[in-house]
């Protein structure tokens, strides 16, 4: 098991059921994927994914996103010191140039802090779309062909087939593992357009919490549901 991608779910619906503003969910929500993250990295794992904002994510109120945008700005900054307490690293996973210039900055800012972490890598999964993911590796294709049209190196135009393992370099998060298991919490069995390509063979557990309920214990538990499978990879037993 080297990494678990966790589908973050439930933060709303947590807050409502207590009577409070959606926002104060996601404002637990970041706290537990902290916690969890640093689970993870008690446990050895390479990589915990977190889904937190998806190219669908941009349909919802905008005072809603702007405060999601807030967490991560302000938190994530205030939280770096933790991140290299951890040793954890962290990365980013989808388009972040359509986010406003400052939360931009303050991202590349702690990729860069944290870029010589050893422990486990946080990966962000923000303003990710599993769609977008392949269609952005098809358009580097593209780009690919335009400069060998103009006579650059590294083209893929003249040869028969592009192989899987080529694509999957083009991929957001290609120098990361594919995960092993992907967690959503909240009772929802869907996957919302999460890494399509990467999940070709992760291992899937939906789980009742809403995420603001989530603890390391759950993270165990988690671990331990994924070590009672039998991958099998197409192979037989
Ligand atoms: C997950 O919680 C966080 C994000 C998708 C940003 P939700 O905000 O989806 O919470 P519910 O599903 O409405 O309860
Ligand atoms: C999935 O949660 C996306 C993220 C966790 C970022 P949503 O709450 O957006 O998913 P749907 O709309 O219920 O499918
Ligand atoms: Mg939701």
Redesign the pocket.
Known sequence: LKHIAFI???????ARRRGLP?YF??KV?YDKMKAVTKRCSELGLEVCSIY??STE?WSRPQEEIDE?FRLIRENMHKDTPLFMEWNIRVVTMGDVTRFPKDLQDKLAEIVETTKNNTGCVLNLCINYGGRADIIHAVNKIRETDERFLSGAKGSYRGRADITEQEFDKLLYGADLPPPDLIVRT?GEQRVSNFMLWQMAYSEFLFIKPY?PQMTAKQVDKCVAAFKKRKRRFGKIG
């Open positions: 973050m779910d439930g933060n709303g619906r947590w959606r969910g996601h929500g937190a904002f994510n999601l909240s995420w």
